[in-house]
């Protein structure tokens, strides 16, 4: 397929995930390789929403592991339970963190960074990878995200 993401001029956020959700499904749907796909789709959500950090961290050896991103350098390594992204990790739920100052433990890898979410991929009751999206602006975050970053991780 032709490498070019087609990005709507609105200012719906769901809308924007509605054009986005079907290129991805294309874009990976042809690959097989996962961490070529982590990437690209943390390339195009940084292109459509203008993120400021889209990422994803691996389950390895115990420890939460850098993957494909888009934005500033971050973290390398984070342990169970530690940070929001420990914390998705040990309890296999999503969190939306409007406000990363007021969240108890919250890793700071950006000085930037004002709220965050936290989705898990889960296989088989464990957690495999996680999809972690930064903001610079305040409760950037809702349900919206949260569904369709879940649908996004669905198709890898
Ligand atoms: N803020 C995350 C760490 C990862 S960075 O945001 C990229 C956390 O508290 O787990």
């Known amino acids: 397929m032709a490498e070019e993401l087609i990005i709507l001029e ?4 769901e809308e924007k995930y509605q054009s986005l959700l079907p290129q991805i499904q294309a874009l990976v749907g ?3 390789d996962l961490i070529a796909n982590m990437a690209n789709v943390a390339a195009a959500l ?11 961290y691996r389950v390895k050896n115990n420890e939460l592991v850098l993957g494909p991103f888009q934005g500033p ?7 169970k339970g530690i940070g929001v992204c420990g914390k998705v990790w040990e309890s296999q739920v999503s969190i939306i963190v409007p406000d990363v ?4 433990g ?3 890898c950006s000085s930037s960074s004002r709220s ?5 991929k ?15 602006q305040l409760d950037a975050f809702d349900a919206i995200d949260q569904k369709y970053l879940q649908k996004i991780i669905g198709l890898l």
Do not use: M, Q
């Open 10 to 13: 609105t200012h719906n956020k």
């Open 30 to 32: 042809s690959e097989k």
């Open 46 to 56: 940084k292109a459509v929403f203008d993120f400021l950090w889209v990422g994803f």
């Open 73 to 79: 350098i971050a973290c390398t390594r984070i342990k």
């Open 101 to 104: 100052e007021v969240f108890p």
């Open 106 to 108: 919250h890793i700071a």
């Open 116 to 120: 965050e979410i936290v989705v898990p």
């Open 122 to 136: 889960i296989f088989k009751e464990k957690v495999l990878y996680l999809l972690d999206v930064d903001s610079d």
